[in-house]
């Protein structure tokens, strides 16, 4: 008799029995039968292996095999590297699809690339191709979704790269589990990896995400594959930005800046000046932060509006940075202030639909509130970083050089920091280099909350 095991759809737990409720992720609705398809072979005892001393493993010289679209280079840490799986994954619409026809058909200069489509058909593809002028006889397509069938297919093709699109369209044979379900993405991943390895080639998978973020049932996948890159924006704007939150082979957290046009996904080297483009002269309530983004530097402008509430409890309402951090720092301002906000609703806004979980960006945070409170505009060449604490005390950050350098680069002249970051600004000697430039940016060193708001706001 087939033995069955429920699976939750979500997380991947397995249960003995099926509950409306998955116990351990708490979603509802998703857990579904599955047949245990290979029964568990219990053989003879296991031989014992040899080990190698880690000073005598052969060493491949794996040379990473460049894209030649910098922003993507950049994202993957300096290319692709052979034998690697990536994971791409993103809303549906966001254009996944785009930027690898686009980078497959670049690789094909350097050897023949295997583009399998689940979810267009060939001529579809064909026309994004020739829109985006992703054309090259290297590179081969192959509309499929049975796993068996692909993998003959790679193994016969000798492709230095491959690309499943997408693994939720992918289904094995041997199992019976519907498409995108957690163990056929699963299997279907395992497999292709397991390929990717034994041939050599670089593997990319793209994966769709669900609404809430989370990579649709299989966050087992993230684990399986050497790097995870994330397309992130929305369709209100032009822009994407391409986030490794994993890689094994180069600095996770790094980010790549693109804009989607008709011609398909243009990269976009100075992200500061297109994040700051619409930026209005003299307003009151916003501010211009120098964020981290991986080892880059970016400014973007916080926005806030502050209103007297209609409600019970005021409102609290944040896009693009977290909903508690706004809580705290509103508190930090009522109280240590003396700001009135209870009263008052609170919207922030980082503008351009950028995302920023930085702490850095608390002090541009404050001062935008107090801005838009106090209705009096900061000075338009000003650039403002720092963390802030409970007792208003403004704390250092990371990489203030960098941010610095950024900011004067993109003709700012005055820069509030914290002031040990300030310190450490001056220890680099960057004064130096910075005054072989024509501007010479004024550094405004803070220690506490309200000697920014007076040193910003006068
Ligand atoms: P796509 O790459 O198909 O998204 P995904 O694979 O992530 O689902 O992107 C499709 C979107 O991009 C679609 O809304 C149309 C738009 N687009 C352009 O604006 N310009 C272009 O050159 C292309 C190819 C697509
Ligand atoms: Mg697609």
Partial sequence: MAKSLFVCQSCGAEH??????????????????????????????????????????????????????????????????????????????????????????KLSEQGSVLYITGEESTQQVRLRGERVKAMHPNLQLMAACELESMLATIDEQKSIVVIVDSIQTTVSKRLSSAPGTVSQVRDCASA???????????????????????LAGPRVLEHMVDAVLYFEGDRGHAHRILRAVKNRFGPSGEIGVFEMSDAGLIGIRDASR????????????????????????????????????????????SVGLDINRIAMLTAVLERRMGIPLS?????????????????????????????????????????????????????????????????????????????????????????ATLREQTLEPSFIPVKHLSGAAQMALT
């Fill in 16 to 105: 003995r029995k099926w509950a409306g409720q998955c116990p351990d992720c708490r979603e509802w609705n998703t857990i579904s039968e599955q047949v245990i398809e290979t029964p568990m072979r219990v053989g003879k005892a296991s031989k014992p292996m040899t080990t190698t001393a880690i000073t005598d493993v052969a060493m491949h010289k794996t040379a990473r095999r460049s894209t030649d679209i910098d922003e993507l280079d950049r994202v993957l840490g300096g290319g692709l590297v052979p034998g690697s799986a990536i994971l791409i994954g993103g809303s549906p619409g966001i254009g996944k699809s785009t930027i690898l026809l686009q980078a497959a058909a």
């Fill in 274 to 317: 297109l994040f700051l483009s619409e930026r209005a002269e003299n307003t009151s309530g916003s501010v211009v932060l120098a964020c981290m983004e991986g080892t880059r530097p970016m400014l973007v402008e916080v926005q806030a509006l502050v209103a007297p509430t209609v409600y019970a409890t005021p409102k609290r309402s």
């Fill in 192 to 214: 292709l990896i397991q390929n990717c390895k034994r041939h050599g080639h670089v593997l990319i998978l793209v994966g769709h995400v669900t609404k809430d973020g989370a």
């Fill in 343 to 431: 009263g008052h609703d609170v919207y922030v806004n980082v503008a351009g639909g950028m995302k920023i979980n930085e702490p850095a960006a608390d002090l541009a945070v404050l001062l935008a509130i107090l801005s838009a409170y106090q209705d009096r505009a900061l000075p338009h060449d000003m650039m403002v970083f720092g963390e802030v604490g409970l007792t208003g005390e403004i704390r250092p950050v990371g990489s203030p050089e960098n941010r610095v350098r950024e900011a004067i680069n993109l003709g700012f002249t005055q820069i509030l920091m914290p002031h040990e970051n300030h310190v450490r600004v001056q220890e680099a000697k960057l004064a």
